[in-house]
């Protein structure tokens, strides 16, 4: 069994900062990509940023030059820091991860429940 807890998400005034984490646990050989997407209400899920495990980033349109996405490969930790932030980053943002589970060769996509960010005028 594999787990990505989430956690940093709330309500935030335009222009603030919120720092999302998602640590990943349970039977887990390797951790590939992690990274972030997001889905506000009525469109599709998007990318915001993703992670390799060598540290090799790639940003969405919408994570481009505010998001900062780190990861800890040790601690099986992925984070999102969102500066300057804009009423249109209002969504569920969803931690994702390539993993490798023990007694497994092929990488299966997981994904958190979801946290709510809220950014208001």
């Known amino acids: 069994q594999v787990q990505l807890v989430e956690s940093g998400g709330g309500l935030v005034q335009a222009g603030g900062s919120l720092r999302l984490s998602c640590a990943a646990s349970?039977?887990?050989?390797?951790?590939?990509?992690m990274g972030w997407y997001r889905q506000a209400p009525g469109k599709s899920r998007e990318l915001v940023a993703v992670?390799?495990?060598?540290?090799?980033?790639n940003y969405g349109d919408s994570g481009k030059g505010r998001f900062t996405i780190a990861r800890d490969n040790a601690k099986n930790t992925v984070w999102l820091q969102m500066n300057s932030l804009k009423i249109e980053d209002t969504a569920v943002y969803y931690c994702?991860?390539?993993?490798?589970?023990?007694?497994?060769?092929?990488?299966?996509?997981?994904w958190g429940q979801g946290t709510q960010v809220t950014v208001s005028s």
């Open positions: 349970g039977s887990i050989f390797r951790i590939d990509n």
């Open positions: 994702y991860a390539l993993i490798v589970r023990l007694g497994s060769r092929v990488p299966s996509d997981y």
């Open positions: 992670i390799s495990r060598g540290g090799i980033t």
